[in-house]
């Protein structure tokens, strides 16, 4: 392997060599070149451990904030100013000693980081010797062929991350078709980067209502929706569905876990108003009923004219001579000539004609 990579170098020198070639060559040289560029291995870092090391740095940043805040409260200065009558005292001389080694140990960590970002390897001379001769022979400054190959479809943000269950439509398919996902949405609050789920096991094309959920639930106050796994167990590997960032890059990325106990936060989110006026709009909606085979099927047509009101019977006089009603039957009641007297019932004989 050595001997390859030493007589790859070696190719590569002679070629720098030679005199800038016509413009006949240039095109030659430069698919060498190119060629070169391809075959020759390129090394990639461990993403695995520096996501470990950088939350692990987020984790510091943290721990370096609440000795500085110690630091604070026990009056023995300030970041910026030190107070010079508190040095002798020893509370002060060990949470000062702290701080030192807390940043120590932070530069520890990200030395780390850069060293798993860069693989261990050393520069590679050959593949930086190869892009050198392309900048001197002008390769990127080449006409370039049209692509006749067809445009890639219009894609939703975040649907290529959960490949492949999108189809060349670019439509969801497979796992998608019941509405279900691997994703967990969070919303976080920019002011302290506080943070609360708002959807499970869902997917990426529910991001955009959510991000309006997490507005609706934070009035006011600067919001960003992000997403993760749910097999995820790291708050700080969440990633921003506006950025694409992780959280633990975020400036105010866990600052919320460094107010002191009983302060009130900067910024606060009314869900009790959003869960009411939720409520509200459920009870007061009219939600037709879908599962009904009968269609009502309003069509424009001639306005119904009104009834007219009816007017009030008129009433008659009345004259009993006129009457034609004819009367069939005996006449059950006695005439009205005598009456009884009811003052004397127990005269004996018939009763007097009352007067």
């Known amino acids: 392997m050595p001997y390859r990579r030493s007589l790859a170098l070696l190719s590569v020198m002679v070629l720098a060599t030679l005199p800038v070639p016509a413009v006949s060559h240039a095109s030659m040289i430069c698919d060498r070149l190119r060629a070169s560029l391809v075959s020759e291995p390129e090394v990639v870092g461990d993403t695995a451990a520096m996501r470990r090391f950088s939350s692990a740095i987020a984790r510091q940043n943290f721990e370096i904030r609440k000795a500085r805040q110690r630091f604070f ?73 049209a692509d006749v190959t067809p445009a890639d479809p219009p894609r939703t943000p975040y649907l290529d991350m959960v490949a492949p269950r999108v189809g060349t439509d670019g439509f ?135 009834q007219a009101q009816p007017s009030a019977p008129v009433e008659r006089p009345y004259d009993p001579a006129e009457k034609k009603v004819r009367r069939v039957g005996p006449v059950f009641l006695p005439s009205e000539t005598s009456g009884i007297d009811l003052r004397h019932p127990a005269l004996s004989g018939p009763q007097p004609v009352q007067q």
Do not use: H
């Open 172 to 306: 969801p398919t497979g796992g998608w078709q019941n509405g279900a996902g691997d994703l967990q949405t969070l919303c976080v609050r920019s002011c302290d980067g506080a943070f609360f789920p708002i959807s499970s096991n869902t997917t990426p094309l529910t991001f955009r209502r959510d991000a309006e959920l997490c507005r609706q639930m934070c009035p006011g106050i600067e919001t960003e929706l992000y997403f993760r796994s749910v097999t995820e167990p790291e708050s700080g590997e969440m990633i921003s569905t506006v950025t694409g960032r992780p959280y633990r890059q975020s400036p105010t990325a866990f600052s919320y876990q460094s107010r002191r106990k009983g302060e009130q936060p900067s910024c606060t989110c009314n869900l009790t108003d959003f869960y009411r006026k939720m409520k509200e709009q459920a009870t007061g909606a009219n939600v037709p009923d879908y599962g009904s085979s009968v269609i009502d099927l309003k069509t424009a047509g001639k306005p119904v004219p009104r």
């Open 73 to 145: 409260d026990e009056r023995c200065g300030s970041p910026s100013v030190t107070d010079y009558t508190a040095t002798n005292r020893p509370e002060c001389t060990a949470l000062s000693a702290d701080i030192k080694r807390l940043e120590a140990e932070k530069q520890q960590l990200a030395d780390r980081r850069d060293a798993a970002r860069s693989g261990g390897a050393q520069r590679n001379e050959v593949r930086q010797k190869i892009i050198e001769m392309m900048d001197a022979n002008r390769c990127d400054e080449e006409p370039v062929e």
